[in-house]
């Protein structure tokens, strides 16, 4: 298994530029969800999903959106970026339905905006 | 979900056991105690998780306090390998509710 897979690694925008940050995970996970981590600082949840077609907010979900047309697929749409969204994505899986389920991590976006 | 607190930082020296402490006065009875670790700048990794009773794997153990309102992760030997930032985090299990961290302990091990 390849895990949760991240594309692209490194990426340099400018104000006002849209992209798309890929996610996919081969564990045939229903959860899935995005953080953004600012240099120093913990991870934030951006947007999750409990499953295709099923998306919602965390805690910081302004400029971000989302949509889950596939188990294996979560994308993060950045709408206009703005140097605010300079940071690092990671991407996140895990199961359901169980009662104890762990996280599995992909390694990162590293987004800069000018 | 449940917050937890954490210190902000602390030093370990290699070899010895590091214990790092997290408060969750807020758990609520269905809710477990998980614990990840970042090294550098990688993407998070899973640690241990339990309910109520003490847990131990090959990468650490887990005590949870009677009350379960604190925990604790014991690394037995920390190495400079240990060197990261340990998070604690609560949720209920099912794997439907959003999972939330907060901003870790940073863990030094020194040589």
């Known amino acids: 298994n390849a895990g949760v897979t991240q594309t692209p690694k490194f990426q340099v925008l400018k104000t006002g530029q849209s992209m798309t940050l890929q996610c996919a995970q081969d564990?045939?996970?229903?959860?899935m969800s995005w953080y953004r981590q600012d240099p120093g600082m913990g991870l934030r949840l951006i947007h999750y999903?409990?499953?295709?077609?099923?998306?919602d907010q965390g805690e910081v979900p302004n400029g971000y959106n989302v949509s889950r047309s596939t188990t294996e697929d979560f994308p993060l749409r950045l709408l206009s970026a703005a140097p605010s969204q300079t940071s690092v994505y990671f991407c996140?899986?895990?199961?359901?339905?169980?009662?104890?389920?762990?996280?599995?991590f992909g390694p990162g976006t590293r987004l800069t905006v000018l | 979900d449940a917050k937890t607190t954490q210190p902000t930082s602390m030093d370990c020296a290699e070899g010895r056991a590091a214990n790092l402490p997290c408060n969750h006065s807020?758990?609520?009875?269905?809710?477990?105690v998980y614990w990840y670790r970042q090294i550098h700048s990688q993407g998070p990794q899973y640690i241990i998780h339990?309910?109520?009773n003490n847990e131990t794997n090959e990468m650490a153990s887990l005590i949870i306090t009677e009350d379960r309102k604190s925990s604790t992760l014991i690394l037995p030997h920390a190495t400079l390998r240990d060197t990261a930032v340990y998070y604690c985090?609560?949720?209920?299990?099912?794997?439907?509710?959003?999972?939330?961290f907060g901003t870790g302990t940073k863990l030094q091990v020194i040589p």
């Open positions: 996140a899986s895990k199961r359901t339905g169980v009662s104890t389920d762990t996280q599995y």
């Open positions: 985090i609560v949720h209920r299990g099912g794997g439907y509710q959003k999972v939330t």
């Open positions: 999903s409990v499953g295709a077609g099923i998306t």
């Open positions: 339990g309910l109520k």
């Open positions: 564990m045939n996970h229903e959860y």
């Open positions: 807020t758990i609520s009875g269905n809710e477990y």
